[in-house]
């Protein structure tokens, strides 16, 4: 059982350069989301989804897009990238988003360098 | 958004030595996790609380949910080189989908 999979594990970019950084979970989980993580801020949520074909914002969504067509996958897209998307990107997946549900499984993340 | 206030930021105990840290809301929420990470790692969960007034332990540590449910406090006794990484708290207010994270305790256990 793979879990939570990020891929690629690092990149670095030029400013300006877009890319996707892929997510899978192969737990039948219906939620699933990005954070950021910065050192002495936490994670921060960029994006989530509820389920196939539905996303919304979280407290960062600047400067990236989401789209989750299938219930395994939730890529995340930065068109353009700029020096302040410089930072360890996670993705997590729970069975459910509602208030009583599982927490959260993270991936191992994904470290991006924008130059 | 949601801020949540952890503490310490940082600490440097001795082999043995129990560990106490804390995490503050400016509102209610409905659930609190604590997650450990450590370096090249996403997190782990330890614990999760959904009531107030809960005590959950697993193994060695201990979590409280805090009968404000603006706080949730995490224990960890007798402490061992392999305790050492980041500890976060994690809440879910009672109305939305996003979980809120504190900035971390980053824990050193010295043999």
């Known amino acids: 059982n793979a879990g939570v999979t990020q891929t690629p594990k690092f990149q670095v970019l030029k400013t300006g350069q877009s890319m996707t950084l892929q997510c899978a979970q192969d737990?039948?989980?219906?939620?699933m989301s990005w954070y950021r993580q910065d050192p002495g801020m936490g994670l921060r949520l960029i994006h989530y989804?509820?389920?196939?074909?539905?996303?919304d914002q979280g407290e960062v969504p600047n400067g990236y897009n989401v789209s989750r067509s299938t219930t395994e996958d939730f890529p995340l897209r930065l068109l353009s990238a700029a020096p302040s998307q410089t930072s360890v990107y996670f993705c997590?997946?729970?069975?459910?988003?509602?208030?009583?549900?599982?927490?959260?499984?993270f991936g191992d993340g994904t470290r991006l360098s924008i130059l | 958004g949601q801020q949540l206030n952890q503490s310490p930021q940082s600490m440097f105990i001795q082999e043995g030595e129990d560990v106490s840290m804390n995490c503050t809301s400016s509102?209610?929420?409905?659930?609190w996790l604590w997650y450990k990470q450590e370096p090249g790692e996403g997190p782990v969960l330890l614990i999760a609380?959904?009531?107030?007034?809960e005590l959950t332990s697993n193994g060695r540590l201990t979590a409280q949910f805090g009968i404000t449910r603006k706080d949730s406090f995490l224990n960890i006794s007798a402490s061992i080189p392999s305790d050492v990484g980041i500890y976060f708290c994690?809440?879910?207010?009672?109305?939305?989908?996003?979980?809120?994270f504190g900035t971390g305790t980053s824990l050193t256990v010295i043999p």
């Open positions: 509102s209610i929420f409905n659930t």
């Open positions: 609380l959904y009531k107030a007034g």
């Open positions: 737990m039948n989980h219906e939620y």
């Open positions: 989804s509820v389920g196939a074909g539905i996303t």
């Open positions: 994690a809440g879910l207010p009672f109305t939305g989908n996003q979980f809120y």
């Open positions: 997590a997946s729970s069975y459910s988003g509602r208030r009583d549900a599982e927490p959260q499984h």
